[in-house]
């Protein structure tokens, strides 16, 4: 395959986490759309280099990990588009379409006093008040008026057990990034 885009290689950092995704061309200058992961493109406005993978499937225009020096991103109409360095027309725009884009942790806008990145609660220990043990979280998820945990607790008959909790000030006690543990006012039979 020859890669139409002169792209620089890159090591992907050790704290990348994956934030978006570039779905198309957007207009004739280079720009391209990105779909961020997340409600709050902070992570992605904020950044100044972008790492690349190739799309899983679908035509690749490189392969490995890829580096883009940006030189302008911007919400637009849910989205962010972006422009970067070497990204000079439509064609090259949809050489990246399908990449999936990744930023050093490192490099995300420090969170609010309460708030939290996702990724920062994945993998915490969950306990509650009476220091029974809950599970550990897995993953997060949008109800729509809120957000859940969804634990991986003991295992029963072969299969760990998931609990879902709200991640809402009623139930939640205490976030210990620092310590990597949540204290929850829940029972073990809820």
């Given at each position: ?20 995704r ?6 004739v ?31 690749r ?6 580096v ?9 109409s ?49 306990q ?56 929850v ?6």
């Amino acid at each position: 395959m020859t890669a139409p885009l002169a792209l620089e290689q890159a090591a992907l950092p050790s704290d990348a986490i994956e934030i978006g995704r570039i779905s198309d061309a957007w207009g004739v200058k280079g720009w391209f759309k990105v779909l961020p992961y997340s409600s709050d493109a902070g992570a992605l406005l904020g950044a100044k280099r972008w790492y690349l993978q190739p799309t899983e499937r679908g035509a690749r225009s490189f392969e490995g990990t890829v580096v883009l020096d940006l030189r302008q991103t911007r919400e637009h109409s849910g989205a962010v588009v972006a422009w970067a360095q070497g990204i000079d027309d439509r064609n090259a725009a949809e050489a990246l379409r399908g990449s999936r884009i990744f930023v050093p942790r490192s490099g995300f806008p420090k969170a609010g006093d309460g708030e939290y990145y996702w990724v920062d609660l994945i993998g915490l220990a969950v306990q509650n008040r009476e220091g029974v043990a809950l599970g550990t979280v897995r993953e997060l998820l949008t109800t729509g008026p809120q957000t859940v945990l969804v634990l991986d607790g003991e295992v029963v008959e072969g299969k760990p057990m998931e609990r879902m909790i709200p991640f809402v000030a009623a139930f939640i006690d205490e976030v210990d990034l620092a310590g990597r543990r949540i204290l929850v006012d829940w029972q073990p039979d809820y």
